[in-house]
Protein backbone atom coordinates (compact mmCIF):
# COMPACT_ATOMS: atom_id res chain seq x y z
CA UNK A 1 0.00 0.00 0.00
CA UNK A 2 1.46 3.25 -0.84
CA UNK A 3 -0.61 6.32 -1.17
CA UNK A 4 -0.02 10.13 0.62
CA UNK A 5 -1.81 13.05 1.25
CA UNK A 6 1.18 14.95 2.12
CA UNK A 7 2.21 17.43 -0.93
CA UNK A 8 5.47 16.24 -2.88
CA UNK A 9 7.35 19.72 -1.21
CA UNK A 10 10.65 19.04 -2.96
CA UNK A 11 11.60 17.48 -6.43
CA UNK A 12 15.50 16.62 -5.51
CA UNK A 13 17.49 17.88 -2.91
CA UNK A 14 14.79 19.68 -1.03
CA UNK A 15 14.98 23.15 0.13
CA UNK A 16 17.12 24.00 2.92
CA UNK A 17 19.29 20.61 2.58
CA UNK A 18 22.40 21.72 4.09
CA UNK A 19 25.13 19.09 4.61
CA UNK A 20 28.50 19.14 6.78
CA UNK A 21 30.73 21.76 5.95
CA UNK A 22 33.67 19.73 4.23
CA UNK A 23 36.34 20.35 6.94
CA UNK A 24 33.93 18.89 9.68
CA UNK A 25 33.88 15.96 7.95
CA UNK A 26 37.13 15.55 6.75
CA UNK A 27 38.28 16.03 10.68
CA UNK A 28 35.65 13.11 11.76
CA UNK A 29 36.93 11.26 9.11
CA UNK A 30 40.52 11.33 9.58
CA UNK A 31 40.12 10.67 13.38
CA UNK A 32 37.41 7.47 12.41
CA UNK A 33 40.20 6.31 9.70
CA UNK A 34 42.77 6.64 12.46
CA UNK A 35 40.84 4.65 14.83
CA UNK A 36 39.67 1.40 12.48
CA UNK A 37 43.76 1.45 11.39
CA UNK A 38 44.69 1.16 15.19
CA UNK A 39 42.01 -1.16 16.49
CA UNK A 40 42.87 -3.60 13.17
CA UNK A 41 46.64 -3.58 12.98
CA UNK A 42 46.44 -2.22 9.78
CA UNK A 43 49.75 -0.09 10.12
CA UNK A 44 49.66 3.32 9.13
CA UNK A 45 46.51 5.08 8.39
CA UNK A 46 48.41 8.13 6.22
CA UNK A 47 47.55 6.47 2.45
CA UNK A 48 43.40 5.92 3.27
CA UNK A 49 43.54 9.10 5.17
CA UNK A 50 45.22 11.11 2.18
CA UNK A 51 42.26 9.11 -0.47
CA UNK A 52 39.68 10.19 1.64
CA UNK A 53 40.73 13.72 1.82
CA UNK A 54 40.60 13.96 -1.91
CA UNK A 55 37.33 12.28 -2.40
CA UNK A 56 36.02 14.88 0.54
CA UNK A 57 37.44 18.06 -1.41
CA UNK A 58 36.34 16.49 -4.78
CA UNK A 59 32.64 15.55 -3.38
CA UNK A 60 31.98 16.92 -0.44
CA UNK A 61 31.76 13.44 1.68
CA UNK A 62 33.14 10.10 1.12
CA UNK A 63 32.15 6.75 0.94
CA UNK A 64 33.17 3.91 3.42
CA UNK A 65 35.20 0.39 2.46
CA UNK A 66 32.77 -2.39 3.54
CA UNK A 67 35.14 -3.47 6.54
CA UNK A 68 35.36 0.60 7.38
CA UNK A 69 31.37 0.79 7.54
CA UNK A 70 30.75 -2.56 9.58
CA UNK A 71 33.85 -1.57 11.67
CA UNK A 72 31.82 1.83 12.24
CA UNK A 73 28.24 0.34 13.25
CA UNK A 74 30.11 -2.35 15.69
CA UNK A 75 31.72 0.82 17.37
CA UNK A 76 28.34 2.47 17.32
CA UNK A 77 26.70 -0.15 19.48
CA UNK A 78 30.14 -0.02 21.72
CA UNK A 79 29.93 3.58 22.05
CA UNK A 80 26.48 4.13 23.24
CA UNK A 81 25.86 4.42 26.93
CA UNK A 82 22.36 3.78 27.18
CA UNK A 83 22.93 0.17 26.25
CA UNK A 84 23.42 -2.98 28.82
CA UNK A 85 23.98 -5.61 26.11
CA UNK A 86 27.63 -4.17 24.78
CA UNK A 87 29.74 -7.18 25.82
CA UNK A 88 29.12 -8.66 22.00
CA UNK A 89 29.09 -5.82 20.39
CA UNK A 90 31.89 -7.31 17.82
CA UNK A 91 29.35 -9.95 16.67
CA UNK A 92 26.84 -7.55 15.17
CA UNK A 93 25.64 -8.83 11.53
CA UNK A 94 26.18 -5.20 9.03
CA UNK A 95 24.02 -6.15 5.54
CA UNK A 96 25.84 -3.44 3.88
CA UNK A 97 22.44 -2.16 1.46
CA UNK A 98 24.39 1.33 0.53
CA UNK A 99 23.13 1.32 -2.95
CA UNK A 100 19.52 1.21 -1.87
CA UNK A 101 17.52 4.67 -1.24
CA UNK A 102 14.02 4.32 -3.01
CA UNK A 103 11.26 3.53 -0.65
CA UNK A 104 9.65 0.50 -1.61
CA UNK A 105 13.39 -1.14 -2.12
CA UNK A 106 14.01 -0.01 1.50
CA UNK A 107 11.07 -1.74 2.53
CA UNK A 108 11.95 -4.89 0.57
CA UNK A 109 15.11 -4.81 2.58
CA UNK A 110 13.67 -3.13 5.84
CA UNK A 111 11.16 -6.86 5.62
CA UNK A 112 14.34 -9.09 4.92
CA UNK A 113 16.50 -7.73 7.35
CA UNK A 114 13.27 -8.76 9.96
CA UNK A 115 13.39 -12.29 8.66
CA UNK A 116 16.90 -13.21 9.08
CA UNK A 117 17.04 -11.60 12.16
CA UNK A 118 14.42 -13.46 13.64
CA UNK A 119 15.70 -16.54 12.68
CA UNK A 120 13.17 -18.88 14.01
CA UNK A 121 13.45 -17.23 17.47
CA UNK A 122 17.44 -17.60 17.62
CA UNK A 123 17.96 -13.78 16.88
CA UNK A 124 20.66 -12.90 15.21
CA UNK A 125 21.81 -8.48 16.39
CA UNK A 126 22.13 -7.03 12.97
CA UNK A 127 21.93 -3.33 11.32
CA UNK A 128 21.03 -2.74 8.03
CA UNK A 129 22.51 0.30 6.58
CA UNK A 130 21.00 2.66 3.69
CA UNK A 131 22.01 5.52 1.62
CA UNK A 132 24.26 8.25 3.29
CA UNK A 133 23.09 11.79 3.50
CA UNK A 134 25.22 12.47 0.01
CA UNK A 135 26.37 16.40 0.06
CA UNK A 136 23.74 17.21 -2.41
CA UNK A 137 20.55 14.61 -1.42
CA UNK A 138 19.54 13.09 2.36
CA UNK A 139 19.55 9.62 1.96
CA UNK A 140 15.96 7.70 2.73
CA UNK A 141 14.27 7.81 6.16
CA UNK A 142 11.97 5.33 8.20
CA UNK A 143 9.57 7.48 10.12
CA UNK A 144 8.40 4.43 12.40
CA UNK A 145 10.35 4.31 15.28
CA UNK A 146 10.65 0.45 14.76
CA UNK A 147 10.09 -1.77 12.24
CA UNK A 148 7.01 -3.67 14.13
CA UNK A 149 4.95 -1.02 16.49
CA UNK A 150 1.41 -1.68 17.82
CA UNK A 151 -0.91 1.06 16.83
CA UNK A 152 -2.02 3.10 19.33
CA UNK A 153 -6.08 4.09 18.59
CA UNK A 154 -7.24 7.66 20.56
CA UNK A 155 -10.79 7.00 22.07
CA UNK A 156 -12.90 10.26 21.59
CA UNK A 157 -13.55 10.92 25.49
CA UNK A 158 -9.38 10.10 26.15
CA UNK A 159 -7.83 6.84 26.66
CA UNK A 160 -6.01 4.88 23.84
CA UNK A 161 -6.72 1.41 22.94
CA UNK A 162 -3.50 0.01 22.03
CA UNK A 163 0.35 1.15 22.61
CA UNK A 164 0.08 5.26 23.57
CA UNK A 165 3.39 5.64 22.48
CA UNK A 166 2.42 5.21 19.14
CA UNK A 167 -0.57 7.36 19.12
CA UNK A 168 1.48 10.09 17.08
CA UNK A 169 2.29 7.06 14.40
CA UNK A 170 -1.08 5.70 14.41
CA UNK A 171 -2.57 9.21 13.46
CA UNK A 172 -0.25 10.34 10.96
CA UNK A 173 -0.48 6.55 9.24
CA UNK A 174 -4.48 6.74 9.24
CA UNK A 175 -3.87 10.45 8.12
CA UNK A 176 -1.94 8.85 5.23
CA UNK A 177 -4.79 6.69 4.27
CA UNK A 178 -4.28 4.03 6.56
CA UNK A 179 -7.52 1.96 7.42
CA UNK A 180 -6.70 0.76 10.86
CA UNK A 181 -7.92 -2.33 12.60
CA UNK A 182 -11.64 -3.06 12.31
CA UNK A 183 -12.22 -3.20 15.10
CA UNK A 184 -9.35 -1.47 16.48
CA UNK A 185 -7.21 -3.86 18.31
CA UNK A 186 -4.84 -3.87 21.16
CA UNK A 187 -2.17 -5.40 18.94
CA UNK A 188 -2.69 -4.12 15.28
CA UNK A 189 0.94 -3.84 13.48
CA UNK A 190 1.21 -0.65 11.69
CA UNK A 191 2.53 -0.45 8.16
CA UNK A 192 5.92 0.83 7.93
CA UNK A 193 6.37 4.59 7.30
CA UNK A 194 9.46 5.54 4.95
CA UNK A 195 10.14 8.87 3.44
CA UNK A 196 12.72 8.57 0.72
CA UNK A 197 14.36 11.91 -0.46
CA UNK A 198 12.73 14.55 -1.41
CA UNK A 199 9.46 12.36 -1.26
CA UNK A 200 6.36 12.17 0.88
CA UNK A 201 6.44 9.53 3.53
CA UNK A 202 4.67 6.43 2.19
CA UNK A 203 2.96 3.10 4.08
CA UNK A 204 3.66 0.11 3.64
CA UNK A 205 2.26 -3.12 5.09
CA UNK A 206 4.50 -5.70 6.65
CA UNK A 207 4.14 -9.68 5.62
CA UNK A 208 2.51 -10.92 8.57
CA UNK A 209 5.13 -13.85 8.22
CA UNK A 210 7.77 -11.85 8.88
CA UNK A 211 6.63 -10.71 12.21
CA UNK A 212 7.07 -13.41 15.21
CA UNK A 213 5.16 -12.57 18.13
CA UNK A 214 5.17 -14.34 21.52
CA UNK A 215 1.78 -14.64 23.41
CA UNK A 216 1.95 -14.53 27.16
CA UNK A 217 1.51 -16.82 29.89
CA UNK A 218 2.56 -17.40 33.45
CA UNK A 219 4.40 -20.73 34.50
CA UNK A 220 1.57 -20.75 37.81
CA UNK A 221 -1.07 -18.63 37.07
CA UNK A 222 -3.60 -20.10 34.32
CA UNK A 223 -5.53 -17.06 34.09
CA UNK A 224 -2.47 -15.14 32.94
CA UNK A 225 -3.33 -16.52 29.14
CA UNK A 226 -6.63 -14.68 29.07
CA UNK A 227 -5.22 -11.52 29.34
CA UNK A 228 -4.79 -11.78 25.76
CA UNK A 229 -1.33 -10.23 25.88
CA UNK A 230 1.77 -10.65 23.25
CA UNK A 231 4.45 -9.02 22.36
CA UNK A 232 6.79 -9.34 18.95
CA UNK A 233 9.77 -11.04 19.09
CA UNK A 234 12.45 -8.52 17.56
CA UNK A 235 12.67 -4.84 18.53
CA UNK A 236 14.41 -3.25 15.43
CA UNK A 237 15.35 0.37 16.10
CA UNK A 238 14.60 2.69 13.02
CA UNK A 239 14.75 6.08 14.08
CA UNK A 240 18.22 6.36 14.73
CA UNK A 241 20.67 7.65 12.37
CA UNK A 242 23.97 6.56 12.45
CA UNK A 243 26.51 8.08 12.23
CA UNK A 244 30.07 7.37 11.63
CA UNK A 245 33.70 9.38 10.55
CA UNK A 246 31.52 12.41 9.21
CA UNK A 247 28.91 10.55 7.19
CA UNK A 248 25.48 10.57 8.25
CA UNK A 249 23.44 7.09 7.78
CA UNK A 250 19.63 8.70 8.01
CA UNK A 251 18.14 4.79 8.07
CA UNK A 252 20.28 2.72 9.46
CA UNK A 253 17.27 0.20 11.69
CA UNK A 254 18.83 -2.37 13.94
CA UNK A 255 18.27 -4.97 16.41
CA UNK A 256 19.22 -7.05 19.50
CA UNK A 257 16.89 -9.29 21.55
CA UNK A 258 14.77 -8.13 24.48
CA UNK A 259 15.91 -7.99 27.97
CA UNK A 260 12.42 -8.94 29.46
CA UNK A 261 12.15 -6.00 31.78
CA UNK A 262 11.63 -3.88 28.79
CA UNK A 263 8.62 -5.53 27.75
CA UNK A 264 7.82 -6.57 31.70
CA UNK A 265 8.18 -3.34 33.42
CA UNK A 266 8.09 -1.11 30.45
CA UNK A 267 5.91 -1.36 27.77
CA UNK A 268 3.19 -3.63 29.68
CA UNK A 269 3.95 -1.65 33.17
CA UNK A 270 4.39 2.00 32.86
CA UNK A 271 1.44 3.85 33.44
CA UNK A 272 1.69 5.48 30.23
CA UNK A 273 1.83 2.34 28.24
CA UNK A 274 -0.10 -0.91 28.42
CA UNK A 275 -0.76 -0.29 31.98
CA UNK A 276 -1.37 -4.20 32.92
CA UNK A 277 -0.51 -4.17 37.05
CA UNK A 278 -3.87 -3.30 38.23
CA UNK A 279 -5.81 -6.15 36.43
CA UNK A 280 -2.63 -8.28 36.95
CA UNK A 281 -2.73 -7.48 41.03
CA UNK A 282 -6.71 -7.98 41.00
CA UNK A 283 -6.05 -11.47 39.14
CA UNK A 284 -3.76 -12.56 41.75
CA UNK A 285 -6.40 -11.55 44.74
CA UNK A 286 -4.26 -8.85 46.24
CA UNK A 287 -6.23 -5.27 47.37
CA UNK A 288 -4.65 -2.45 45.22
CA UNK A 289 -6.63 0.15 47.65
CA UNK A 290 -3.60 1.28 49.10
CA UNK A 291 0.35 1.11 47.69
CA UNK A 292 0.72 0.21 50.84
CA UNK A 293 1.10 -3.83 50.50
CA UNK A 294 3.24 -3.47 47.20
CA UNK A 295 0.25 -5.18 44.85
CA UNK A 296 2.27 -3.06 42.23
CA UNK A 297 5.71 -4.84 42.84
CA UNK A 298 4.39 -8.01 43.07
CA UNK A 299 2.14 -7.57 39.79
CA UNK A 300 5.39 -6.19 38.12
CA UNK A 301 7.48 -9.50 39.17
CA UNK A 302 4.57 -11.95 38.24
CA UNK A 303 4.50 -9.84 34.82
CA UNK A 304 7.84 -9.98 34.41
CA UNK A 305 7.97 -13.62 35.01
CA UNK A 306 5.31 -14.06 32.34
CA UNK A 307 7.62 -12.43 29.71
CA UNK A 308 10.94 -14.48 30.36
CA UNK A 309 8.88 -17.96 30.40
CA UNK A 310 6.78 -16.87 27.63
CA UNK A 311 9.58 -16.44 25.10
CA UNK A 312 11.65 -19.65 26.64
CA UNK A 313 8.52 -21.68 26.00
CA UNK A 314 7.93 -20.52 22.56
CA UNK A 315 12.15 -20.54 21.87
CA UNK A 316 12.46 -16.90 21.31
CA UNK A 317 15.90 -15.69 22.33
CA UNK A 318 15.64 -13.04 25.40
CA UNK A 319 17.63 -12.40 28.31
CA UNK A 320 16.90 -11.55 32.00
CA UNK A 321 18.52 -8.13 33.92
CA UNK A 322 20.46 -10.08 36.54
CA UNK A 323 22.40 -12.07 33.45
CA UNK A 324 22.19 -8.59 31.86
CA UNK A 325 23.90 -6.58 34.48
CA UNK A 326 26.86 -9.13 35.52
CA UNK A 327 27.49 -9.62 31.49
CA UNK A 328 27.65 -5.58 31.49
CA UNK A 329 30.33 -5.11 34.08
CA UNK A 330 32.38 -7.82 32.53
CA UNK A 331 32.09 -5.81 29.19
CA UNK A 332 33.23 -3.05 31.13
CA UNK A 333 36.65 -4.53 32.02
CA UNK A 334 37.29 -6.24 28.86
CA UNK A 335 36.90 -2.30 27.86
CA UNK A 336 39.69 -1.41 30.32
CA UNK A 337 41.67 -4.24 29.71
CA UNK A 338 41.99 -2.75 25.77
CA UNK A 339 42.66 0.24 27.19
CA UNK A 340 39.28 1.90 25.97
CA UNK A 341 36.91 4.16 28.54
CA UNK A 342 33.55 2.92 28.52
CA UNK A 343 30.79 5.06 28.73
CA UNK A 344 27.85 4.59 30.31
CA UNK A 345 24.46 6.42 31.54
CA UNK A 346 23.54 4.92 34.91
CA UNK A 347 19.85 6.19 34.68
CA UNK A 348 19.77 3.81 31.59
CA UNK A 349 21.85 1.15 32.39
CA UNK A 350 19.91 0.49 36.02
CA UNK A 351 17.23 -2.18 35.02
CA UNK A 352 14.05 -0.88 35.98
CA UNK A 353 13.33 -4.03 38.30
CA UNK A 354 15.11 -5.18 41.21
CA UNK A 355 17.46 -2.66 40.75
CA UNK A 356 19.49 -2.79 43.70
CA UNK A 357 19.87 -6.88 43.38
CA UNK A 358 21.80 -6.10 40.30
CA UNK A 359 25.23 -5.42 41.13
CA UNK A 360 25.35 -2.17 37.81
CA UNK A 361 23.13 -0.33 40.51
CA UNK A 362 26.22 -0.24 42.79
CA UNK A 363 28.79 1.86 41.08
CA UNK A 364 29.09 5.45 39.39
CA UNK A 365 30.13 5.51 35.56
CA UNK A 366 31.81 8.18 33.61
CA UNK A 367 29.27 9.36 30.25
CA UNK A 368 30.91 11.10 27.29
CA UNK A 369 29.50 11.41 23.46
CA UNK A 370 31.94 9.69 21.29
CA UNK A 371 31.07 8.43 17.38
CA UNK A 372 30.45 6.57 15.81
CA UNK A 373 27.08 6.32 17.50
CA UNK A 374 23.72 6.38 17.13
CA UNK A 375 21.09 9.29 17.47
CA UNK A 376 17.76 9.54 17.90
CA UNK A 377 15.61 11.47 14.82
CA UNK A 378 13.55 13.88 16.27
CA UNK A 379 10.98 11.59 17.77
CA UNK A 380 7.09 11.34 17.98
CA UNK A 381 5.11 13.64 20.20
CA UNK A 382 7.69 16.34 19.04
CA UNK A 383 5.10 17.26 16.61
CA UNK A 384 8.41 16.59 14.27
CA UNK A 385 5.20 13.26 12.61
CA UNK A 386 2.28 15.67 12.38
CA UNK A 387 1.76 15.65 8.20
CA UNK A 388 1.92 19.84 8.67
CA UNK A 389 5.25 19.70 10.20
CA UNK A 390 6.53 17.10 7.72
CA UNK A 391 4.76 19.08 4.52
CA UNK A 392 6.55 22.25 6.27
CA UNK A 393 10.07 20.90 7.37
CA UNK A 394 11.72 19.42 4.49
CA UNK A 395 13.67 16.26 5.07
CA UNK A 396 16.62 17.47 4.96
CA UNK A 397 15.97 19.72 7.84
CA UNK A 398 14.76 16.83 10.06
CA UNK A 399 17.61 14.62 9.31
CA UNK A 400 20.45 16.81 9.50
CA UNK A 401 20.98 17.80 12.88
CA UNK A 402 23.16 20.52 14.30
CA UNK A 403 26.66 19.91 14.80
CA UNK A 404 27.13 17.57 17.68
CA UNK A 405 24.12 16.54 18.57
CA UNK A 406 24.07 13.89 21.62
CA UNK A 407 21.40 11.77 22.40
CA UNK A 408 20.68 13.68 25.91
CA UNK A 409 19.84 16.80 23.63
CA UNK A 410 17.34 15.31 21.51
CA UNK A 411 13.90 15.89 22.66
CA UNK A 412 12.47 12.76 23.43
CA UNK A 413 11.19 11.03 26.70
CA UNK A 414 13.31 10.09 28.59
CA UNK A 415 12.07 6.36 28.95
CA UNK A 416 11.11 5.60 25.66
CA UNK A 417 13.65 2.79 25.01
CA UNK A 418 15.42 0.90 28.18
CA UNK A 419 18.20 -0.11 25.68
CA UNK A 420 18.77 1.42 22.19
CA UNK A 421 21.27 -1.08 21.25
CA UNK A 422 21.28 -3.99 19.27
CA UNK A 423 21.17 -5.75 22.68
CA UNK A 424 24.13 -8.10 22.80
CA UNK A 425 25.40 -11.76 21.83
CA UNK A 426 26.23 -12.48 18.22
CA UNK A 427 24.31 -15.05 15.79
CA UNK A 428 25.76 -17.85 17.42
CA UNK A 429 25.12 -16.81 20.70
CA UNK A 430 21.59 -16.10 20.99
CA UNK A 431 20.61 -15.92 25.05
CA UNK A 432 21.81 -17.92 28.05
CA UNK A 433 20.62 -21.27 27.15
CA UNK A 434 22.15 -21.86 23.89
CA UNK A 435 25.34 -19.74 25.41
CA UNK A 436 25.79 -22.42 28.13
CA UNK A 437 25.41 -24.99 25.49
CA UNK A 438 28.66 -23.89 24.01
CA UNK A 439 31.02 -23.78 26.75
CA UNK A 440 29.37 -20.71 28.49
CA UNK A 441 30.25 -17.10 28.53
CA UNK A 442 33.88 -17.30 29.59
CA UNK A 443 34.47 -19.16 26.36
CA UNK A 444 32.35 -17.15 24.41
CA UNK A 445 34.66 -14.21 25.60
CA UNK A 446 37.94 -16.04 24.97
CA UNK A 447 36.69 -16.16 21.37
CA UNK A 448 35.69 -12.49 21.16
CA UNK A 449 39.49 -11.70 22.45
CA UNK A 450 41.08 -13.68 19.98
N1 LIG B 1 12.76 -0.88 24.88
C1 LIG B 1 12.32 -1.06 23.54
C2 LIG B 1 11.03 -1.84 23.52
O1 LIG B 1 10.55 -2.23 24.53
C3 LIG B 1 13.35 -1.76 22.68
C4 LIG B 1 14.69 -1.08 22.63
C5 LIG B 1 15.82 -1.94 22.08
N2 LIG B 1 16.02 -3.11 22.91
C6 LIG B 1 16.90 -4.07 22.69
N3 LIG B 1 16.93 -5.05 23.49
N4 LIG B 1 17.76 -3.98 21.71
O2 LIG B 1 10.49 -2.12 22.46
Known sequence: ????????YSPSAP????????????????????LFHEENDLGSPEHRIRQVRREIEF?????????????????????????????????????????VSTAADVVTEAVAHLRSATNGGRIRPQITVFAPDAPDRPGPRIISSQLIRYAGYELVGGGVVGDPSNVDLTRLARELGWPGGQPPG???????????????????????DAI???????????????????????????????????????AAPFNGWYMGTEIGSRDFGDAGRYDELREIASRMGLSTATDRNLWKDKALTELNLAVLHSFDGAGVAITDHHTESVRFLQ???????????????????????????????????????????????????????????????????????????????LPQPANELAAVCPHQAGEHVPHLRMIEEQGGVERQLSQLES
Open 59 to 99: SGSYWHTPAELSFGARVAWRNNSRCIGRLYWHSLRVRDRRE
Open 212 to 250: LEVGLEHPDYRWFANLGLRWYAVPVISDMYLDVGGVRYP
Open 331 to 409: HIQREERHGRACPVDWSWIVPPAASSATPVFHRTYTDFDQTPNFYRHPAPGTSALTPAALAQTSLAQTSVAPAEPSLRE
Open 186 to 208: RFDILPLLVQEAGAPVTLHEIPS
Open 1 to 8: MAGSTLPD
Open 15 to 34: AGYESPAADRVMESAEQFIT
